[in-house]
């Protein structure tokens, strides 16, 4: 089983919205409303961010959301801030497997 | 609030075993997919397996022969063991505990970085 899809990086101004891509397969993101993301700042743990592809933990910012189109997931991020500057991962379940995403490097200019 | 807290050694010789424990606190072992993840210098994250609280078992195919998991609910700890360690199993290993999607990781611990080197 190969990794999901993600951009290496993106960047945004300060207010702006960006999107994160996730590209799997039809074994994976397109046949599974399981889709997570994590935000990931450098030396610490991941942090979940969204489940089951729109759902929010409680306490996570409603400037985040997700969504799925086919075999595609994405993560929007709304009105950027500075501190949103991490690194963000995707994973999918898949057939009693878990994928990740290669992850990807926001940049908030 | 739910805490986990990974313990093992920081450096095991080629070829040896690798043995990792994750202390869970704050909570039970509970019908969670207790997980293991980790991450090489400067990669990405990859899953590892998990054992459900029933001690059922899922390793990643990459690394199946390998692994094996045990849970100890009288301590409140699952643990890993990953045989015949190589350079390339150099990383932070983390725990988490995961839900019925198995993905949705809400609780991770901090990491332990584990190096294979002779």
């Known amino acids: 089983q190969s990794a999901l899809t993600q951009p290496a990086s993106v960047s945004g101004s300060p207010g702006q919205s960006i999107t994160i891509s996730c590209s799997g397969t039809?074994?994976?993101?397109?046949?599974?409303?399981?889709v997570s993301w994590f935000r990931q700042d450098p030396g610490k743990a991941p942090k979940l961010l969204i489940y089951a592809v729109t759902t929010r933990p409680s306490g996570v910012s409603n400037r985040f959301s997700g969504s799925k189109s086919g075999n595609t997931a994405s993560l929007t991020i709304s009105g950027l801030q500075a501190e949103d500057e991490a690194d963000y991962y995707c994973s999918s379940y898949a057939n009693s497997n878990v994928l990740f995403g290669g992850g990807t490097k926001l940049t908030v200019l | 609030q739910v805490q986990l807290q990974e313990s093992g050694p920081g450096l095991v010789k080629p070829s040896d075993t690798l043995s990792l424990t994750c202390t869970i606190s704050g909570g039970s072992i509970g019908h969670y997919y207790w997980s293991w993840i980790r991450q090489p210098p400067g990669k990405g994250l990859e899953w590892i397996g998990y054992?459900?609280?029933?001690?059922?078992?899922k390793n990643n195919p990459s690394l199946k022969s390998r692994l094996t998991f045990s849970l100890d609910t009288s301590r409140n700890q699952f643990s890993l063991t990953l045989a015949s360690v190589t350079a390339e199993d150099t990383a932070v290993y983390y725990c988490?505990?995961?839900?019925?999607?198995?993905?949705?990781?809400?609780?991770w611990g901090q990491g332990v970085q584990v190096t294979v080197s002779s």
């Open positions: 054992i459900y609280y029933s001690g059922m078992t």
């Open positions: 039809s074994s994976d993101v397109g046949n599974y409303n399981l």
């Open positions: 988490g505990r995961a839900g019925s999607g198995l993905s949705d990781i809400d609780y």
